[in-house]
């Protein structure tokens, strides 16, 4: 850090704020159904700047007040949240309570400016994790209280413009997801299904399908091996409290959406958890499938060599040799099978398929292998070319890096020096 201008002070947490350690509550008094207080346990319940209620406890030993700024301190140590209101933490986060010397909103954006600092002090082979004494001991830049209002309104104007350049990024990803369905729904559909015979059913009911094709059930794409098909360990058997930063990946549903499995602070757990749940794991070649979601259905081949472990709103299918797990991702995602995963989702709040009915209520329309392999050849190549034009127009960690840069300048004093304009993004 440059030296900082007159009037301000490098000053430790213990100095400025009040520093509340988490505390964790008896395992006995969590609870999913509202009763008690919300209780976080760490950054997996991090939103963009609130938390979101996972749980309750009755029981809270330690408690953060509304506006608080939320550190987590092990497994990453770093990422804030600010508390929206009362809530118990665990000891994976700490409060942060702003003094009389310190602006609450200017806390939150002086941490996040100093989180790699806090994060280089962590200790630990499991997992990494800083004491409350380095935590009260983390020092930030405090300028007198009209400048850090006057950075907060500077930080906050520049950083929408970044947020609105990551919207923009993000949306042109979401139509990339669309086109990936359409394409999916046209290769395989469009194929499956040739114009002649649209409309016309099968003596089951069913779309009648070309020559060549034929309706396939989860069972027989399986091998009619039952531990083939299955979903994520549910409840005790796997919990926040087994995450950890290195070790054996977990797959959730979020990564089979994007296609991306080890993305930065994606949680691990140990392998020897890993070893009690190898009825769970996911393997190279093995088909995901998400169970939950509006609507639910999306698809993708776990690529890594590295098994991982699904968690509880996935499935997962191991096909036999017959069929093309490449394949088998995009006829799951076409308007054939879709249309049927629909038909069997249940739930208001929350829509879901469950095992037994995507065991017996999902047929896939498969041609001969070598075609199956023409068409998955034919898909990638289009996704290919659109990605590219995609991740070639604006990178999100070319936003990122803007981001942190606006951040060191904001807390150095040289933000009326460097300037964030649209042109930087």
Known sequence: MTELPSGWKLAPLAEVTSVILGQSPPGSSYNTIGEGIPFFQGKSEFGELHPSVRQWTTSGTKFAESGDV??????????????DQRCAIGRGLAALR??????????????????????????????????????????????????????????EDHLSRLDAATSSITHARTLSA???????????????????????????????????????????????????????????????????????????????????????????????????????????????VTKMGDPPGDSAVYPLDEPAVITSDCLRLRPTGDFLPEYLGIAIESGLVRSQILAITSGVAQKKVSLARFRRGVLIPCPAFSMQVEMADRFNSAIDATQRSINGARHLDRVDALRLGLLDAAFNGELGVREVGSADV
């Open 178 to 288: 669309f086109f990936r369905r359409s394409l999916a729904n046209d290769v395989s559909a469009g194929w499956a299904v040739t114009p002649e015979l649209r409309g016309q059913l099968d003596a089951e009911g069913r779309p009648l399908l070309g020559p060549g094709w034929s309706w396939k059930s989860v069972e027989e794409i399986t091998g009619g091996v039952k531990s083939n098909v299955t979903i994520g360990p549910f409840g005790s058997n796997l919990k926040v409290a087994d995450y950890c930063e290195s070790g054996t990946p977990l797959v959730f549903v979020r990564n089979i959406r994007s296609k991306e499995f080890l993305p930065p602070g994606q949680p691990h757990i140990s392998k020897e958890k890993a070893a009690t749940l190898t009825g769970h794991q996911a393997v190279k070649g093995d088909v995901l």
């Open 98 to 155: 702003a003094g009389p010397e310190v602006d609450p909103a200017y806390l939150l954006w002086a941490m996040r400016a100093t989180a790699p600092t806090l994060a280089s002090k962590a200790t630990g082979t499991t997992f990494s994790a800083v004491t409350g004494a380095v935590l009260k001991a983390h020092a930030i830049p405090v300028a007198p209280l009209d400048e850090q209002q006057r950075i907060v309104a500077t930080l």
């Open 70 to 83: 939320l550190v987590s301190v092990r497994a990453p140590v770093g990422p804030t949240n600010v508390a």
